[in-house]
């Protein structure tokens, strides 16, 4: 087991923020990599790490290319690999309230992209690839989504 003292976190900074999205459709890639370099800017946090979390299980966080064709397969991958019209056991057993629709097929989804991603910061900035970007993928229908971003470093 790992002891931290105070000593060694000592001038470490912590930033915590929430990003609130309101989505159009499912599958939808939502390019976020913009709203978290402004707030690593603004913490003033030059090299640390920041992670960016998605507070749903029906919405995801990812790293890819910004590109439409490859956003539009990716869209269509999720759609072929487990599509909404299909039997799920979680739509039968799920009871609806305020509005909720069946939704299996977007919690199946999610379990192949994941809740987070984790990004080192250096110099004040995402250590990102030349066509990497950070997105929040809804996976089931237009709603008001939360990302929760925090940031750890000096």
Same mark, same amino acid.
């Given at each position: @087991?790992? *002891? ?35 707030? #690593?800017?603004?913490? !003033?946090? =030059? ?15 990812? #790293?890819?290319?910004?590109?439409? +064709?490859? #956003? ?8 072929? @690999?487990? %599509?909404?019209?299909?039997?799920? =056991?979680?739509?039968?057993?799920? %009871? ?5 629709? %069946?939704? +299996? ?5 999610? #379990?192949?992209? !994941?809740?987070?991603?984790?990004? %080192?910061?250096?110099?004040? $900035?995402?250590?990102?690839? *030349?066509?990497? $970007? ?9 709603? =008001? ?10």
């Amino acid at each position: @087991m790992l *002891k931290t003292t105070p000593a060694e976190t000592a001038g470490l900074k912590v930033r915590t923020s929430s990003l609130i999205y309101q989505t159009q459709r499912g599958p939808q890639f939502i390019d976020i990599t913009d709203d978290v370099s402004n707030l #690593i800017s603004e913490s !003033g946090i =030059e090299n640390g790490f920041v992670v960016v979390f998605s507070r749903h299980t029906t919405a995801a966080i990812t #790293i890819n290319e910004n590109e439409a +064709g490859l #956003i539009a397969d990716l869209e269509a991958l999720l759609h072929r @690999m487990l %599509p909404h019209d299909h039997d799920y =056991e979680h739509n039968i057993d799920h %009871p609806t309230e305020d509005g909720e629709v %069946p939704n +299996g097929h977007s919690h199946c989804q999610h #379990i192949f992209l !994941g809740s987070s991603e984790h990004i %080192p910061v250096v110099g004040g $900035r995402l250590t990102f690839g *030349k066509w990497q $970007r950070l997105f929040l993928v809804e996976l089931d229908r237009a709603r =008001e989504r939360e990302v929760v971003v925090q940031l750890l470093g000096e």
